[in-house]
Every structure is written in structure tokens, then in C-alpha cells.
């Protein structure tokens, strides 16, 4: 395990350095999870691409002035689970702008026409809808959320996330990545990854790196997440995303993290967290991803036979089958897992609302995924 101070003393390292930390980290995940690299079959449901807020480097969001804003009819969210269901697709990824509705009358007006006041609402009604008409189980990817929201919602999803990003409140200045986005405040992320802890919310969470914060505050953000985890227990992975610039963003001309960088996140997020804490990297925004598994990490995300990365649509998903080979080449076997990591779904009655359990089991047995989930 890792101190702050120690991981402070990391920022600037050789090549030699590097490959020892990688080292050390690729024998935690292995102490862990053995060769077992996990990846979640799964659709993505971007139910509104409008938002309140305005991240210096997010696509995703897009104003009614563009012509371009969008709020998904029960029809659509339908049509995309339906065709998860048909490709073996287990998980429906729900990600989506927070809050429209504080701040456009195009957002208010859809939510209306569909029968609702906010985007939580109809959010909690297209996950039922998802739960009772297909075979898939939400995953809610809807930023930061309160207490009463995240109890309101547990019983349609099978687990939850929302990236904190970074817990640095300097981004929030004027000229930074997070200015005048309320939802990217560090003191409201840190609430919701509280809050999802009292109520054994089996969550996502993680850091987007390259956006402006210092290597001490990367460090921090990371300590931030395993204290949280240690007095709840519920983080089920951290993501480690690299930053991309946008064409068309304040930030499109911001440098993008390299890929030593990427590693040495990698590494020292692997000898931070507690290693039963999964460690997740996207192999679709990284060309030579394969090295991410020298660096620690144990699984690859949610990858879809069926849609795009709507926050990274120019970044297509590699093939299940070049995933699996890239693992055997490093004697490590790719095994898909649900959207629950199975260490949660054992002690399910605490950490699933009970239909959400029943039906989790019952997925686990019958597509034999339950067989594998020793780990
Ligand atoms: O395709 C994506 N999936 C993203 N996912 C989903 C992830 O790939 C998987 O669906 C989860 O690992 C399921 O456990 C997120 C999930 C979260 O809870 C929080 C943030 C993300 C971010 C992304 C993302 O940028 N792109
Ligand atoms: C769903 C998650 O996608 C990430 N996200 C948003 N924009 C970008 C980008 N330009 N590059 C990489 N990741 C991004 C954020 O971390 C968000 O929380
Ligand atoms: C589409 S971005 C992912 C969900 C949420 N808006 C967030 O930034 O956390
Ligand atoms: S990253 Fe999420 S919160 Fe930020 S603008 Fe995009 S959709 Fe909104």
C-alpha cells in the first residue's frame, strides 16, 4: 500500500521507476484477482444530452440553440435495450446531463410531454420500464445525485456511478475545466459518494486525468475515494479515464495525458486503493491500451456490441475477440462480469433492493457467469 506522501514523491520518475511501479501493481492485481480480466456486455442509453452544466471538455452536452438537444422517447430507450437483449448484452448504461430542466424550458417541455417534472423522475421511470421489458439491469450514470434521489432510484438499477472526476475545487475557478458547472463541486461529489455509501449503493467511481489538476491533487482525489470506501465498503471499481480533446471545446486545445501518465495513474491508483476495489481503464481512448494490464488494472468497462461512446463517439470499442487476445498474450483470461462485481452480489440482500437481486441471480445462473465469480 501506498501513502500520500510517498505517492507525492512520484510525479516525475524514470522509465526504470515506472516499469518497478507497474510491477508492484500488476502482483497486487494478480494477489487479488488472479488472471481474471473482466469486461460488462452492455448498451448505452444517453437518455438527454442536455445539461446544466458546462464542462470544458464535454460533447456529450448540447444546447437547444444547437438544434441538436434531445431527450429519448420511452420508444428509444426500448428499441436499444431490446437490441442489448439480442446481442447478449446484460447491462443498460444509463448516462446523461444533469439537471436540464433548472435551466432550459426545451428540457422542462419534453420531461412535461412524457409526464414529468425532472429528469430523476423520468430517469427512475425508463430504468423500470428497461427492468420490466428486457433483459437488461440499469447501471445509472447520472453525476451527482442527493441522498433522497439515490434511495429513489436504487430500487431500478443493479448498480450506480458517478466519476468524481477530481476533488480539486481550483478547477472550479474562472478559465478551468469545471467553471460554473454546481454539479463538478468536490464538496457535492464527495456527498453523493457518501451518500450512495450510507444507503450499500454498489458504486462507480473515478478520476478523469489530464483536466488541469496537479499530480498532489490527483493523489488526493484517489486517497479521497479509498477513505470513503473504507467506512462504507461499496466502491466497486474506479475508473481511470484519460482526457481527450474535442474538437469544437474551450479545452480542444489542451494536452492530452500521455500514456507514461495513464500508467503511472494506473500504478499508483492500484498500491492506493484497497485491491478489492476493482480497477477499470477504457481500452477505447488509448491505442496501445494493452499496456494498461502492466499497470494493474483488472477490467476493461462496459464495452457494446450495439452502440457507440456517446461521450466519446470518435472512439470506437476494440472487438471483444482482439480484448481476449490481448489479455492471452499477457497470460491473463478476459471473462465477462455483470454490472454488480460478484463480491456484492453474494451479500446481495444488503446491497440490492430485492427484485433487483432475484433478477440478478437469475441472470448470474442462467447465463453461467455465476460459476467463474469466485474472485
Ligand atoms: O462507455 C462509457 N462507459 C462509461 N461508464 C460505464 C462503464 O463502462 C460500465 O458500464 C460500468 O463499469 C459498469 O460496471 C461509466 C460508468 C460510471 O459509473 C461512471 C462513469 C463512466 C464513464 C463511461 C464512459 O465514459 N464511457
Ligand atoms: C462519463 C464520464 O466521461 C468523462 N468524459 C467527459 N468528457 C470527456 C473527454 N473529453 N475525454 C474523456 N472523458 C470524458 C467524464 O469523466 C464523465 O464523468
Ligand atoms: C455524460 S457525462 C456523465 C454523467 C454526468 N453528467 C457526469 O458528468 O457525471
Ligand atoms: S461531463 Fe456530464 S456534467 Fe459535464 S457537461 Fe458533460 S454531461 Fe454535463
Not at 436499444?80 to 446484460?90: E, F, M, P, S, V
Amino acid at each position: 500500500m501506498l501513502t500520500a506522501e510517498q505517492a507525492y514523491t512520484l510525479e516525475s520518475i524514470s522509465e526504470t521507476e515506472l516499469n518497478d511501479l507497474c510491477a508492484s501493481a500488476s502482483n497486487l492485481r494478480e494477489s487479488h484477482w488472479g488472471d481474471i480480466v473482466t469486461y460488462s456486455r452492455k448498451v448505452f442509453i444517453p437518455l438527454t444530452n442536455m445539461c446544466r452544466d458546462t464542462c470544458k471538455y464535454c460533447t456529450f452536452v448540447k444546447t437547444p440553440e444547437s438544434g441538436e438537444a434531445n431527450l429519448m422517447t420511452p420508444d428509444d430507450v426500448l428499441a436499444t435495450a431490446r437490441a442489448g437483449d439480442n446481442l447478449g448484452c446484460k447491462e443498460a448504461l444509463f448516462s446523461l446531463g444533469e439537471r436540464p430542466e433548472k435551466r432550459y424550458r426545451l428540457a422542462k417541455d419534453l420531461l412535461a410531454a412524457q409526464g414529468h417534472d425532472s429528469t430523476v423522475s423520468y430517469l427512475y421511470a425508463m430504468a423500470e420500464l428497461v427492468m420490466q421489458r428486457s433483459q437488461l439491469v440499469p447501471h445509472i450514470n447520472a453525476g451527482a445525485l442527493t441522498e433522497n434521489e439515490l434511495r429513489f432510484l436504487r430500487p431500478v438499477a443493479g448498480s450506480m456511478g458517478m466519476m468524481l472526476e477530481t476533488n480539486s475545487p481550483r478547477l472550479m475557478q474562472p478559465g478551468q475545466a469545471h467553471h460554473a458547472c454546481p454539479d463538478k463541486q468536490p464538496k457535492r461529489r464527495m456527498a453523493t459518494l457518501e451518500a450512495a455509501g450510507k444507503l450499500d449503493i454498489p458504486f462507480t467511481t473515478g478520476l478523469l486525468i489530464g483536466i488541469g489538476e496537479t499530480w498532489q491533487e490527483r493523489v488526493d482525489s484517489l486517497i479521497a475515494i479509498n477513505q470513503c470506501h473504507q467506512q462504507y465498503g461499496h466502491i466497486q471499481e474506479v475508473i481511470i479515464q484519460n482526457f481527450r480533446a474535442k474538437e469544437g471545446t474551450d479545452m480542444a486545445g489542451a494536452i492530452e495525458p500521455s500514456q507514461q501518465d495513464m500508467l503511472k495513474t494506473l500504478a499508483v491508483a492500484r498500491l492506493i486503493l484497497d485491491p478489492s476495489i476493482s480497477l477499470q481503464a477504457p481500452p477505447n481512448l488509448e491505442q496501445d491500451y494493452a499496456r494498461y494490464l502492466d499497470a494493474g488494472i483488472n477490467d476493461w468497462g462496459g464495452i457494446s456490441p450495439v452502440t457507440r461512446d456517446f461521450i466519446n463517439p470518435e472512439r470506437a470499442w476494440p472487438q471483444i475477440e482482439t480484448l481476449r487476445k490481448q489479455c492471452q498474450a499477457q497470460q491473463l483470461t478476459l471473462q465477462e462480469r455483470l454490472t454488480v462485481y460478484p463480491s456484492y452480489l453474494k451479500s446481495g440482500a444488503r446491497y440490492l433492493a430485492e427484485n433487483v437481486n432475484q433478477r440478478m441471480q437469475l441472470i448470474a445462473s442462467s447465463s453461467g457467469l455465476a460459476a467463474h465469480q469466485c474472485f
